[in-house]
Antibody, heavy 119, light 112 residues
């Protein structure tokens, strides 16, 4: 069974940093691209970042470019999102999602981890 | 960025009746490889999103056949042939033809 378990969400002050983790299981992690998607309270979905299976290529939304870094450790089946210079508008539930190859979408999602940026 | 506009934003439906959601893109979603990377996701209350359809009309594993997707270019539709209670939630279209990936605003399906 495919599972993703996010962790690392917390309450942080504006300007602070957090590192989110996503532990994957039930599939060969090293062969799939992965993504982070967030959802602000009561709002819709916003794509944040994606990374290829090897980690060689990364993509970011303009809203987080230069502040967030996506990475992965294929030896530990884990995806990361390093978030720096956090702003109030980064407050959201952050979901880790597995990409469906050749389909241009994500087929499995974790339960999410909440991030609150507030003083 | 590609903007996806969904209509309606809210759809009260009688159980057993059909429902239809439209997703219109600000530009063609046909990729240079010939594929159209438009998918539909369902988010039930309190749950993460779940993939329903990919590349317009391909039903994902385990998705009931009362769900169907259609369209081309810039206009796409998700149809539920007979709404069931478990279909309550918010439905999103998403494009991955071009980075950044973008989502529609979401359409809330509820039972009348």
């Amino acid at each position: 069974e495919v599972q993703m378990l996010e962790s690392g969400g917390d309450l942080v002050q504006p300007g602070g940093s957090l590192r989110l983790s996503c532990a994957a299981s039930g599939f060969t992690f090293a062969t799939y691209a992965m993504s982070w998607v967030r959802q602000s309270p009561g709002k819709g979905l916003e794509w944040v970042s994606s990374i290829t299976y090897s980690g060689e290529t990364t993509y970011y939304a303009d809203s987080v470019k230069g502040r967030f870094t996506i990475s992965r450790d294929n030896s530990k089946d884990t995806l990361f999102l390093q978030m720096n210079s956090l702003r109030a508008e980064d407050t959201a539930v952050y979901y880790c999602a597995k990409d469906l190859p050749t389909a241009g979408t994500t087929d499995y999602w974790g339960q999410g981890t909440p991030v609150t940026v507030s003083s | 960025d590609i903007v996806l506009t969904q209509t309606p934003l809210s759809s009260p439906v009688t159980l057993g009746q059909p429902a239809s959601i439209s997703c219109r893109s600000s530009q063609s979603l046909v990729h240079s490889d010939g594929n159209t990377y438009l998918s539909w996701l369902q988010q039930r209350p309190g749950q993460p999103p779940r993939l329903l359809m990919y590349r317009i009309s391909n039903r994902f594993s385990g998705v009931p056949d009362r769900f169907s997707g259609s369209g081309a270019g810039t206009d796409f539709t998700l149809k539920i042939s007979r709404v069931e209670a478990e279909d309550v939630g918010v439905y999103y279209c998403m494009q991955a033809t071009q980075f950044p990936r973008t989502f529609g605003q979401g359409t809330k399906v509820e039972i009348k």
